[in-house]
């Protein structure tokens, strides 16, 4: 669910939390993530991203040799690996979370 938003002269965009993939980053299901757009991101970025452009995604980004590791903010769930990297596309950074 995506909310067009604006802040500080920049263009921005919200998107309502599913899940608790990130709970042990205080993001928690309802809560909405302000993001910046971008293509690309730096080691440890928290992102959201598409893989194979049918499932968007929240976690940390990390570019290991062969492939992209998704890291959760929960102790529960395991790193994703997602190979070949052109699998992975990035929609933007997160830089809010917002809860109402």
């Avoid at 042990?24 to 910046?36: C, K, L, M, P, T």
Wanted: glycine residues 6%; negative net charge.
């Amino acid at each position: 669910k995506m909310i067009p938003a604006c802040w500080q002269d920049e263009n921005l965009f919200a998107l309502e939390v599913r899940g608790d993939s990130m709970v042990d980053a205080g993001i928690h299901n309802g809560d909405y993530v302000i993001i910046r757009p971008a293509q690309t991101a730096q080691d440890g970025d928290m992102c959201v991203v598409w893989i194979n452009e049918r499932e968007p995604t929240l976690k940390y980004f990390y570019r290991e040799k062969t492939c992209i590791r998704l890291e959760a903010a929960n102790a529960e769930i395991a790193p994703r690996y997602i190979g070949p990297p052109n699998t992975v596309r990035i929609e933007g950074i997160v830089v809010l979370v917002v809860r109402l």
